[in-house]
């Protein structure tokens, strides 16, 4: 039997939540709830995509995911520098040629979004197209 004397000291006013906490976790019976912050985490899965960029192109020209998906980007320009541009998730991530940048957002809201270079350093930067596909539950 737990009694008082075996717990730690505590303040008089929380004695009583420990005592029935060690009984409880004595029986058996005492249930431990999820760290609130963690219950507020949005459900989705992780969605991982390479995203190259050469030749005034992206290679995959669409993204598709589920809305509440974390969406992690490994962008990656091949030739000359270009960006990886959302505007209506204020995502603008640049990549100097041969090298990479990873980032990750939730894709919380249902819809196509433009994808698109923003850079000026060529014509053909202007031309560069693809497209965020967020589909609803």
Partial sequence: MVTSMDLPRVRPGRRILAVVAAAALAHGALLIHPDPVRTQERPGTIRQFTVSARKYAFQ????????DDLVKITFEALDIPHSF??????????AAPGRTVTFEFRADRPGRFPI??????????????????????
């Fill in 85 to 94: 541009t959302i505007d209506e998730y204020r995502i603008s991530k640049r």
């Fill in 60 to 67: 995959p020209t669409v993204i598709e995911v589920q809305q």
């Fill in 116 to 137: 698109y270079c923003n850079l000026k350093i060529d014509d053909g930067c202007r031309q560069m197209r693809g497209e965020l596909l967020v589909r609803g539950h």
